[in-house]
């Protein structure tokens, strides 16, 4: 076959903790795209230069295993192109001494992964990220890369996720003695009490690690990374069901850039005036508020969106506890919800139903557009025999 014809370079390489050389290979980056995305970054499809490598899924290859003391990272570490890797020299002493120790989760796992027959498994991707995880863990806190953690947690959540959900990816048989991985996964745990076993608990801690870095603030303050890491927090945190905590980083996904973008005209128009930008500067300016502008359109949508889902999820409770009353008003429905737990967005929203539908009645205002309602009847607000599910609260429909 003609290296044309290959889907993967091979390089051999010295394992930057042992110093001794294997091989490696990655995926040359003309062959493959991605097709289909998700809101977390997940690719679901690629799309192959050839169709003799469709079975292959990158991500799959994105972990790097030395055979000779277990090492696992990115390419970058391995080929010492990442900046953070003088980290390394801090647990390097740790991985050599608990690789020689047969019963360390890391000589564990590092004795199965496999990384050279092609293709790669699942079943050893999956433990090569989590080899990957349990080193980056042994740095201090204080030392510790959150943003690579939460990257890792992240790619460890997708490949449970490609596990369950995709029917052509099948794990190789489980380890002797273990009637399935689930089995092996969950006695791990005596080594690794917190390594997670399933997607959601990797997906949980990706978010605090992705929370962590951002409260240690970027160094390079760069507001495109931070606002990429935020809208893949607020993805996960749908995923998860947090709704509130989605709305909270949209909020202040919202609020950081519409600040920035202040500022950076301030700039532009102060430097313009005077000029004391060149071309290159002004143009940078410029590119950076239209980015603003679109990020901002963005999250005036995905606020839309969370806003929706909450109110879908909480409105038959909410609806229920407002016409189990006798005498409802306007501050006795919002005080009631508040009370419960509802959140603002629900209040409001009833809160402000029911106002209008008292208006209506009174005649103090003209046809009800009641567009947010889910899936009730609207228009119809002269009916009060019909009255929507509004019609009981005030006096209606008897
Ligand atoms: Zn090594």
């Not at 959150?146 to 995709?166: D, G, M, P, Q």
């Not at 809160?351 to 009645?361: H, T």
Request: charged share 25%; net charge neutral.
């Amino acid at each position: 076959m003609s290296a044309k014809h290959q889907a993967f370079i091979p390089v051999t390489t010295k394992c930057p903790i042992c110093e001794c050389e294997s091989q490696h290979r990655y995926i040359k980056s003309k062959m493959v795209s991605s097709l289909e995305t998700e809101d977390d970054l997940h690719v679901v499809t690629y799309k192959w230069e050839s169709p003799e490598f469709e079975h292959i899924r990158p991500n799959f290859y994105h972990i790097w295993h030395c055979p000779h003391c277990q090492f696992c990272e990115e390419k970058e570490v391995f080929r010492g192109d990442d900046k953070s890797g003088g980290k390394l020299e801090l647990i390097q002493e740790k991985i050599l001494i608990l690789q020689r120790n047969p019963k360390s989760f890391l000589a564990i796992i590092g004795g199965m992964i496999n990384l050279r027959d092609e293709p790669v498994e699942i079943n050893n991707a999956l433990l090569a990220h989590l080899q990957a995880i349990y080193i980056q863990q042994m740095l201090s806190p204080n030392n510790r890369q959150f943003a690579k953690l939460a990257r890792f947690y992240l790619r460890t959540a997708w490949l449970y996720r490609e596990w369950t959900a995709l029917e052509d990816v099948v794990p190789g048989p489980p380890p002797q003695g273990f009637p399935s991985w689930e089995a092996f996964l969950e006695k791990l745990t005596v080594l690794w009490p917190d390594m997670p076993r399933d997607e959601s608990a990797a997906i949980k801690l990706s978010i605090e690690n992705y929370q962590r870095d951002l409260d240690k603030g970027s160094a390079l303050d760069d507001i495109r990374h931070d606002v990429q890491v935020m809208f893949v927090l607020v993805s996960l945190y749908m995923r998860m069901e947090a709704l509130d905590d989605a709305l909270k980083y949209v909020r202040f996904i919202f609020q950081r850039c519409t600040q920035k973008r202040q500022e950076t005209r301030h700039v532009l128009e102060k430097g313009v005036s005077l000029g004391k930008l060149n071309g290159r500067q002004i143009e940078q300016m410029r590119n950076l508020v239209n980015w603003l502008n679109n990020t901002i359109d963005r999250c005036t949508e995905l606020s839309e969106t969370v806003n929706h889902k909450i109110f879908e999820k909480e409105f038959p409770t909410a609806r229920d506890l407002v016409m189990a009353m006798a005498e409802p008003t306007q501050e006795l429905i919002g005080d009631t919800l508040r009370e419960q737990g509802y959140h603002e967005v629900t209040v409001r929203k009833i809160v402000a139903m029911f106002n209008r539908q008292l208006a209506e009645k009174q005649g103090k205002s003209g046809p009800a557009t009641n567009s947010d309602t889910p899936s009730t009847n609207s228009g119809n607000s002269g009916d009060q025999k019909k009255g929507g599910i509004w019609g009981r609260l005030t006096g209606g429909g008897k």
